[in-house]
């Protein structure tokens, strides 16, 4: 089994900041890329960033500037720091990770629960 676990959420006034962290645990063989994604109440599911496991990094436009995505590859851990939050970043952050399990053939993408970021204005 595999579970990516995430914490962090929490309320926060606009333009303040929250980091939120995600670790991957179980029988975790090796993890590529890692990322998150956000859900809006009625919209679709949409990227954040995603981070490689060599770091390379990529963000939504809506976020560049003021998200930073890293990870800890020792801890199979990956973070998103969120400064100057805006009421539009208000969603469920939802953890990323395509990762091979032990006594897996191939890479699966895993998803944790997701954690609530409300920002208020």
């Known amino acids: 089994q595999v579970q990516l676990v995430e914490s962090g959420g929490g309320l926060v006034q606009a333009g303040g900041s929250l980091r939120l962290s995600c670790a991957a645990s179980?029988?975790?063989?090796?993890?590529?890329?890692m990322g998150w994604y956000r859900q809006a109440p009625g919209k679709q599911r949409e990227l954040v960033a995603t981070i490689t496991s060599g770091g390379r990094t990529n963000y939504a436009d809506s976020v560049k500037g003021r998200f930073t995505i890293s990870r800890d590859n020792a801890k199979n851990t990956v973070f998103l720091q969120m400064n100057s939050l805006k009421p539009e970043d208000t969603a469920v952050y939802f953890c990323n990770g395509n990762l091979l399990r032990y006594g897996s053939g191939r890479f699966y993408d895993y998803w944790g629960q997701g954690t609530q970021v409300t920002v208020s204005s």
């Open positions: 179980g029988s975790v063989a090796s993890i590529n890329a």
